[in-house]
């Protein structure tokens, strides 16, 4: 879409549905959309990534439900704003 090879989608508008779930404004592309989804799906595959590397049935904490504070180490939070593509390796984890 950068490249412009998608023109029409430019001009597409978002369904009132999309605009609803995302909470997106009005005025939003049907590039906006796009990158709303691609972001959702970063962050499912993050969370699927670090939940098949840790131990559970009481083992490991789930590292998305339980904020870890006084730490300069960084978490994985329900945000990008530490997004791990692959995931989180436990030893980089506070357990």
Not at 6 to 25: F, G, H, R
Not at 32 to 39: F, H, P
Not at 55 to 82: I, M
Request: hydrophobic share 35%.
């Amino acid at each position: 879409m950068e490249l412009g090879l998608c023109p029409e989608l430019a001009k597409t508008e978002v369904p009132q549905i999309a605009k609803d779930y995302w909470k997106m404004s009005d005025d939003a592309t049907f590039y906006d959309l796009i990158q709303y989804v691609r972001a959702d799906e970063a962050k499912h595959r993050e969370v699927n990534h670090t939940f098949a590397n840790l131990k559970f049935y009481g083992q490991d904490r789930n590292p998305f439900a339980l904020t870890v504070k006084d730490t300069d180490k960084p978490q994985p939070a329900n945000s990008l704003k530490n997004h791990k593509a692959v995931g989180w390796e436990r030893k980089d984890l506070i357990l």
